[in-house]
């Protein structure tokens, strides 16, 4: 979680839920530790389905580098 937010300091990043980045206006994702489970949850919103799925699999691809 604390690269993430490391990675991406010179964006809109908010700490509140876990770790929600604002790429633009339209595009974020939010990484969020799972309360019970060894796993964390990724939520994205762009302007179409198909983007927000693209977003998703980045980040979930840099955090599997990651751990």
Known sequence: MRTIVDENQERDV???D???VR????RWFLVLPD???????????APSGDEADRLIG???AR???LV
């Open 14 to 16: 908010e700490l509140v």
């Open 18 to 20: 876990g770790v929600r």
């Open 23 to 26: 790429l633009d206006g339209e």
């Open 35 to 45: 309360a019970s489970d060894p796993t964390v949850n990724i939520y994205a919103e």
């Open 58 to 60: 980045e980040v979930a």
């Open 63 to 65: 955090i599997e580098q």
